[in-house]
């Protein structure tokens, strides 16, 4: 997704608020626009240094989740504050580290009025925020205890009972959730396939498998 965004707008002069000319921010809120649907403003500052520094007001955290420096992940933003290499701030988006304490930088006005691949030091970073869309979902986990024999699973498109699980035998049987409705977790089984079984307080929801088995 994110090489998608970069070839994009890559070479290109990017201005979504259409008020100050092509800043960082607008190659910024580009992806905003195009995978969230909406605009992060600059408040109260008017730099790029708000969307750190006033991140618990401004939506960033709803779309973006915040990350150390040193756990950044391609298609990650940066936010600079005033420092030696942005003197009012900036903004713009990791694509891999170069090994010698610089990376490599999405980015626009920098100082080019257009979308380059630019050099950036760590020193002056404010913070770090992924986009939701880049993160892996982790993996959950139904746990069905050995105190329960027997535990029904039903066909995914009806309520029709496709078969019986046994955990008590297998000591517990722990399923990776392939989805989460209504109530019901979709599973694998080793004997009926995929199927659907009824969330309850009985069957805890991990993020990994407190059994062995999984049948």
Partial sequence: MFREFMN?????????DHA??????DLFNAWNRDYNNTYINCKPSGYARS????KYNNGILKYFTETAINNMIEGTVVVYGRCKQAPDSHVCFFIKDNGNGTFQALEQNAPYKYVTIGTKSYNGIIGAFIPNQLLKPSKKYINVPPTIALRRVYYLNNSFIKGLIKPKKYGGLSYEILENKNGY???MTSSYGK?????TNMTPITNSPKYKYGC
């Avoid at 199927?195 to 969330?199: A, D, E, P, S, T």
């Fill in 8 to 16: 994009r707008y890559l070479g290109k002069a990017v201005d979504v």
């Fill in 51 to 54: 969307l750190a520094e006033n």
């Fill in 195 to 199: 199927v659907r079984i009824k969330i």
């Fill in 20 to 25: 100050y000319g092509m800043q960082c921010v």
């Fill in 185 to 187: 977790a979709t599973i």
